[in-house]
Every structure is written in C-alpha cells, then in structure tokens.
C-alpha cells in the first residue's frame, strides 16, 4: 500500500483535471520516493484519462529489465529503448534519446497525460546539468521536484519563468526508503534472472541489418561473450535483450542468449557496455570487461 505523501492529492487532481496533454517530469535524488509518488500518480489520473509511465531509470528500472528505459499505459502494450548501461554515466546520449522516444510515443498512442520517472543523477554540476537537458528536451507541463532541502533549486531557475512548465515543490515522504548499494545491486540481479529464466540459444545473421552503440570489430570479435546487447524493431525500440555467447565472423552469425523473439522482425542491433554472468555468485553477475 502507498503512503501518501504531503501535496500528492493536490498534484494528481491538477493534472487529472487538466484540459489539455499532461506531461509530468518528477526529479529528485536516489531514495526520494520519485517512483512510489509516480505509481500513485499513474493509478489516480488513470481514472479520467489514458496514462503512460515512462521509467527512465535504467538501474532500478521497473518497466522492462536493467539497462532499459520503459514505458508502459494504463491500457496498451509496452516499449523499451536500451540504453545499454545501468547509470547514465557515459551513456548520456542514449539516455536521452531513449527518454524522447518513449515520450513522443505516449502521445502517439495518445495518451491523455505522461508521468517520467526520472533518473537519480542529480547531484553535482553533472547532475543538474543532466537534469537540464533531459527537462528542456522533453518539455514537461508539470516539473515536480521532491526535496529534502533546496538542492534543486538550481535547476528548478531555469524553468521558472517558463509559462508553459508548472513547477511543484514537494519534500520527501518520510515513508521514503534509503537502499543500500548492496541492495541495489541484487534487485538488478533478480530482474535479470527473471527476465532470463525462458531464455536459450538463438542465431542472429547480421547481413542486413543495422549495428550500433558499442560495436565489436565482427570481422575479429575478441571479448565479446557475456555483452549484453538489445535486438530492436524498425522503430528501434527493444524486440528482446540478449547475451553474446559468440560472433561467427564468416557468415556473420550472432549466437545470443535471449528469451524468445521473433526474428523476422529484427532490423537492429544495439551493443550494450555491460556484461552478465548469470550462473556467478550473487554480487558478481555484472560486470564491465570481460
């Protein structure tokens, strides 16, 4: 059950009431309780009007498995973009990217009001400055910023002048939960072995298709076993992850581990920075090299 936390009611009956598309950016640090008041907010306003969750963070992400940001409506089928890593961290681009076009896809399927769950990253000048450009390129109606003192007011200046972008200030539940790392970490691990556990061994040809992100030399493709890597749609929006067991340079043939897919309608693939060893000991399934 959800704690109701000071102004929720208030916020959801704003944007439930709200003539026009909602878009609600909520921003605040790690364990400030931004996914629980998303969750509350998603089930109120579903009531009046069609709803999309749009989960940007790719470590403690609750819409698809790590390394993804998700959306999901209140009726209709998910999407999910790969970002390819679990912290936004030199995967700046691909986290916007993927932010954008699950946006733009909410209001493609229509939906009455978008709430963006986002990233923990506000700390620092990398922070706010991360925070900026994901606010200023997906252009919210509704910024709400949980706070335990003022440390978002730096950001929250740039758009206070806006006309067009309402500004919330809410403090943190004390309902809000510290994680711990350790924590963390074995959630991402549970996440992985479920979204795994109907996985097995599948042939890719990559003649035809596009490659991006970190792109192995397929012509000599050393190190690459364990890489986590994302088959994608047209649109680019994830089919399914998988787990390089090995690339056949002739023939360019990718053998993955993945769940089920349907590979007539691959036109991508995206290789990822992380790699997993699902049989390791509990902590030690991620990792970045080989």
């Excluded at 009611?9 to 640090?29: F, M, N, S």
């Excluded at 990398?126 to 910023?145: C, H, K, N, S, Y």
């Excluded at 890489?227 to 992850?241: H, Y």
């Excluded at 998988?242 to 036109?267: N, T, Y």
Aim: proline share 7%; aromatic share 6%; glycine share 12%.
């Amino acid at each position: 059950m959800i704690r109701i936390g000071e102004g929720w009611e208030d916020l959801a009956a704003a944007i439930a009431q709200g003539t026009t598309p909602e878009r609600v950016y909520v921003v605040g640090p790690t364990d400030s309780g931004k996914t629980t008041l998303c969750r509350y907010l998603v089930d109120r306003v579903a009531a009046h009007t069609r709803t999309a969750y749009v989960d940007c963070d790719t470590g403690q992400s609750r819409v698809g498995p790590p390394t993804t940001e998700g959306i999901a409506l209140s009726s209709g089928p998910t999407y999910l973009r790969f970002v390819g890593s679990t912290s936004p961290g030199g995967h700046f681009i691909q986290t916007l990217t993927a932010a954008k076009r699950l946006v733009e896809k909410a209001a493609e399927l229509s939906a009455g009001a978008t709430v963006i769950d986002s990233p923990g990253l506000v700390a620092g000048g990398v922070g706010a400055e991360f925070q900026f450009q994901m606010i200023d390129l997906l252009r919210p109606t509704r910024i709400v910023a949980l706070q335990r003192g003022r440390e978002l007011e730096r950001l929250l200046a740039n758009f206070a002048r806006d006309p067009g972008t309402a500004i919330h200030r809410l403090p943190v539940s004390p309902a809000a939960v510290a994680r711990t790392a350790t924590g963390r970490r074995r959630y991402r691990e549970e996440r992985f072995t479920a979204y795994f556990a109907g996985g097995r061994a599948q042939e890719v040809p990559l003649r035809g298709l596009g490659l991006q992100g970190r792109v192995p030399d397929i012509a000599n493709p050393r190190g690459v076993g364990g890489r986590l890597l994302s088959l994608n749609d047209p649109e680019n929006f994830t089919l399914a992850l998988g787990i390089i067991e090995e690339i056949r340079p002739r023939g360019s043939v990718l053998c993955v581990f993945a769940p089920p897919f349907d590979h007539a309608a691959v036109a991508s693939v995206r290789f990822g920075s992380l790699y997993l060893d699902l049989d390791a000991e509990p902590g030690s399934m991620e990792s970045f090299r080989p």
